[in-house]
């Protein structure tokens, strides 16, 4: 695996990586990685969330002296227990 890659997934497992990117958003969500061309290594964060999120979202967060670019997409449902 990508040397960047491991360390955004690694990234993904921090908790105050979620508060940073969120910025206060407190509805359901969804963050991943996802390819990005301005990022470290051609990637950066990919945040889904719900229609009615706030459109105040980070475009980029800087973490560990890295800027890492984030695309946040609306439209996010939560999945439900069958």
Known sequence: MDQVLSDLAQLLDRPETHRMVLNGYAGEYSLGI???????????????????????LPTAVRIAGREIPLKVQKGFVAPRPL
């Open 34 to 56: 996802t390819r990005c061309e301005n990022g470290p290594g051609g990637y950066g964060f990919l945040l889904r969330v719900r229609d009615d999120a706030p459109p105040d």
